[in-house]
């Protein structure tokens, strides 16, 4: 069973609190960035090179091609093409691909109240499904900090 983070942003928008998780998650390995729509790619892409003057985020997407050379890839499809470990969901992306990757992050706007509402059902799918579950959110810098977990013998929720 994959392990599943929920990312409750509350002070950064998705473009500015994405590029710091990738760098982390990229010390890890290969990531796929799923968003549920194709029209989200090309912005995405361009935050991912401008956030920062000194930093680098290797990426493609289908424009670029050769996704097995790309750590990480942005897609609105259901695939794998770089053999990542890690997954990353945006805008409300969902995903049946859970067991093909270590870890599947959750990424959603909690001042938006139909992404919260969602994130809150795919929290007690993805418990009743046996998942091991944390949630994370951010404070007023930007900072994360675990606020909730949940294992398959857990019936706990955020």
Known sequence: MAII?????????LDQALPL????????GNIVV?????AHIKPMSKALWTFRPDSFLPHGSA?????????IWLTDEEENPNAAKILILTH????????????CC???DGRDQEALAAARQRWKDYQAAGHALAY????????WSEKATS????SSSE
């Open 106 to 108: 959750e990424m959603f």
């Open 5 to 13: 983070r929920f990312y409750h942003l509350q002070n950064q928008t």
């Open 92 to 103: 409300g992306a969902q995903t049946q691909m859970h067991s093909d990757f270590d870890l």
């Open 151 to 154: 294992s398959s013998s857990d």
């Open 63 to 71: 424009a670029e091609g050769h996704a097995e050379e790309q750590p």
């Open 34 to 38: 799923k968003t549920a729509d194709k």
């Open 136 to 143: 994370w959110q951010q404070d007023e810098q930007g900072r």
């Open 21 to 28: 998780i990738l760098q982390k998650a990229i010390q890890q």
